[in-house]
């Protein structure tokens, strides 16, 4: 693709530092195209007299207002004509940082298929208005591309491959006011133009006049997403096809920023969450779900497998497999959003029930330590987070082999840093990882850790055990670790009952030992123990099952992100 | 034999319960694991926790090459030595 860039300004009324800015830009050594959008005096004299050809500035007019996006697709036409490739899109009320436009530029130089999009940095900080309608934005464009990869929407500080802007205009009914500078974006997206972000400080000039009318463009913004958010839907198999690659930033502070926001993501789902309830949640996360459910070919095919050996072992099988499976889907992420209030530490005694607590607080009162195998059927969150609950000032390790076990640690601190949970990352466990436990337990400390699924580490360390009618690989990980630990070990699940939790915590070993010459025929026997309870609670709520992968798979050196 | 190697050799007779055998069995040079005396990964972690908790020592993966200190006895001997200030051999 050819890269020869023109500047477009559109401007209605705005003409206070338009020649600091024509002045940048050529320095720049871009081409300007000046759209007046039906200015008046004096913004309409003074952006005329910028008109020079010479200097390969030129000033074109609309004598009718026809709205921001109007302009600018006027510019582009005016540009494409010109011979030009790509537009870079700036307003005309100086607001953004003239700084940033050769890396803009640059940016969009290497990646010409591209839409290079400023995200704003406030520097002097936003009213607090503003900001909230800044995230609603966000919000809403997250939905309508099913993704994160559009960072700023409102920023009209950008460089465009021309053509493919055009191509838009002709096929689509576009917004030509302000909701112009959102919903060329989301459309470009869809169509498989990628996004690359660039960071931009932005400050707000005094003096120039807001061309932002706040009803009629409130009004105008929020039909235009509704429209989006239909046709998204409606044309989701498209869209869904043409996802463009991701442009990712070597920049070190982008993942921080992408952490922060995800951060604030959780934060904003969990204060709806309270404030709605969850119905209504359900109801806003359904399209995500069924985005997964469509997008998710692999975790689908998993789903309907599991359910079918789940009908064959009860006698019954689902009538509409791929409506259960949906449901599968959804029920997945009913669990996710219960994480919340588990995070939080939301969870009240009416939430959940106990079976058999008289057994947990003979436990507790001997002050013993306790290995408690969990797994990913009911809600795994919960369970460790009341298990916790259980007895104040219990301190619980929750073994995960995972990286994200960092993230998830610190997420659990901000939401509740009360929480006497420790999130321990263990790929291998080595002697000191092991003595480290030892001295938990015998401190009179909880380990969990989950019994279900096999590790990449773990390579060979699993056995086939019968699971559902069929032989599963089960690991021997957390059986080892009994046997180095000696201390009593327990079974973990916490099954959803209508609104409410059931926590089961049933003894499973008084102290694994594993004879030294029957060692593998001992972790046969323990590992088949344990897929006969896990079966039995699958049976028991089918629908709760997290692992979305292929089950009964003999391990190979997957990556652990394959597995749902 | 010295001092050190008999008391690991006593150390891994009674980590391990290998019974059937004394320390004068286990010859210093021969490997550990799977050849020798035939040990596995689980009886890697028990000897290592063991070693750990009697001689106050910190086996760090990044900079130890853990798997030549188990290779004999000797070798977690001389380990030992170099974290304890005691004499490998004499």
Same mark, same amino acid.
């Given at each position: 693709m050819t890269f020869s860039p023109c500047a477009v300004i559109p401007s209605r009324n705005h003409y206070l530092g338009i020649e600091l800015l024509v002045a940048r830009l050529r320095a720049e050594g871009l081409p300007i195209i000046i759209v007046?959008? &039906?200015?008046?005096e004096p913004a309409r004299s003074t952006l005329a007299q910028l008109d020079n050809e010479d200097d390969q500035i030129s000033v074109i007019r609309n004598?009718?207002? @026809? %709205?921001k996006g109007g302009a600018v697709l006027r510019g582009i036409e005016a540009a494409v004509d010109r011979g030009f490739s790509h537009i870079v899109q700036i307003d005309?009320? $100086?607001?953004?940082?003239?700084?940033a436009v050769p890396a803009l530029v640059d940016l969009a130089r290497h990646n010409p298929d591209a839409v290079v999009s400023g995200v704003p940095v406030y520097r002097d900080g936003q009213a607090i208005g503003r900001r909230l309608a800044r995230w609603l934005t966000h919000v809403w464009i997250w939905v309508e591309t099913?993704?994160?990869?559009? @960072?700023?929407?409102?920023?009209?500080?950008r460089v465009y491959p021309a053509s493919a802007v055009l191509e838009v205009a002709r096929d689509e009914p576009l $917004? @030509? !006011?302000?909701?112009f500078d959102p919903e060329i974006l989301v459309r470009l997206f869809w169509r498989g133009v990628p996004i690359a972000p660039l960071p931009v400080n932005v400050k707000y000039i005094e003096g120039n006049p807001s061309n932002f009318a706040l009803i009629r463009d409130n009004w105008r913004i929020t039909r235009m997403h509704f429209r989006l958010v239909f046709t998204m839907l409606a044309r989701l198999p498209t869209i869904l096809r043409n996802r463009p690659r991701r442009i990712r930033q070597t920049d070190d502070h982008w993942s921080e920023f992408e952490e922060r926001g995800l951060y604030l993501g959780l934060r904003i789902l969990a204060w709806i969450y309270q404030l709605l309830g969850k119905r209504i949640c359900l109801a806003i996360m359904a399209p995500v779900v069924l985005y997964f459910y469509v997008s998710g070919g692999a975790q689908r095919r998993a789903s309907e497998a599991y359910l079918r050996r789940i009908g064959q072992a009860r006698g019954? =099988?689902? @009538?509409r497999l791929r409506l259960s499976s949906f449901k599968h889907f959804f029920h997945f992420a009913a669990l996710s959003l219960d994480k919340f209030a588990a995070w939080t530490g939301?969870?009240? %005694?009416?939430t959940i029930v106990f079976e058999d607590l008289a057994a947990i607080d003979r436990l507790t009162e001997r002050g013993e330590g306790v290995l408690a195998l969990c797994s990913h059927q009911g809600n795994v969150e919960l369970s460790r987070a009341m298990s916790r609950a259980l007895h104040a000032g219990l301190v619980v390790n929750i073994l995960v082999h995972t990286k994200h076990a960092a993230r998830f640690n610190r997420l659990i601190q901000k939401f509740? =840093?009360? &929480? $006497?949970?420790n999130v321990v990352q263990v790929t291998e466990v080595g002697p000191d990882t092991a003595l480290d436990l030892k001295q938990r337990i015998e401190r009179g400390e909880w380990v969990v850790i989950a019994a279900d699924r096999t590790a990449i580490?773990? &390579? $060979?360390?699993y056995s086939m055990a019968e699971f559902l009618g069929a032989p599963a690989p089960f690991p021997h990980g957390p059986f080892i670790i009994a046997n180095l630990l000696k201390c009593p070990v327990y079974l973990l699940f916490c099954i959803r009952e209508g609104a409410r939790y059931r926590l089961y915590f049933e003894p499973f070993a008084d102290q694994v030992r594993l004879a030294r010459s029957n060692r593998i025929n001992d972790l046969k026997a323990l590992t088949r123990r344990f897929a006969q309870r896990l079966e039995h609670y699958c049976l028991l &709520? =089918?629908?709760? !099952? %997290?692992?979305?992968?292929?089950?009964w798979a003999v391990p190979s050196n997957e990556p652990e992100n394959a597995k749902g | 034999m010295s001092d050190l190697e008999l008391e690991i050799k006593s150390l891994i007779i009674e980590t391990l319960n290998l019974?059937?055998? /004394?320390?004068?069995?286990?010859?210093?040079?021969?490997?550990?694991?799977?050849? /020798? *005396? /035939? *040990?596995?990964s689980i009886d890697a972690l028990e000897l290592g926790m063991a070693i750990q908790k009697t001689y106050g020592l910190k086996f760090d993966p990044d900079k130890d090459d853990v798997k030549s200190h188990f290779a004999s006895v000797r070798n977690l001997a001389q380990f030992v030595a170099a974290g304890t200030g005691k004499a490998a051999s004499e």
């Open positions: 007046d959008d &039906a200015s008046s004598d009718v207002n @026809r %709205g005309a009320d $100086g607001q953004h940082d003239l700084e099913l993704s994160f990869q559009i @960072r700023d929407a409102m920023c009209g500080f $917004g @030509r !006011w302000m909701d019954n =099988p689902f @009538r939301d969870v009240s %005694g009416e509740n =840093p009360e &929480a $006497g949970v580490a773990s &390579a $060979g360390h &709520a =089918p629908l709760q !099952w %997290g692992n979305f992968y292929d089950f | 019974e059937e055998i /004394g320390p004068q069995d286990i010859d210093s040079a021969e490997p550990l694991f799977v050849e /020798g *005396l /035939g *040990l596995d």
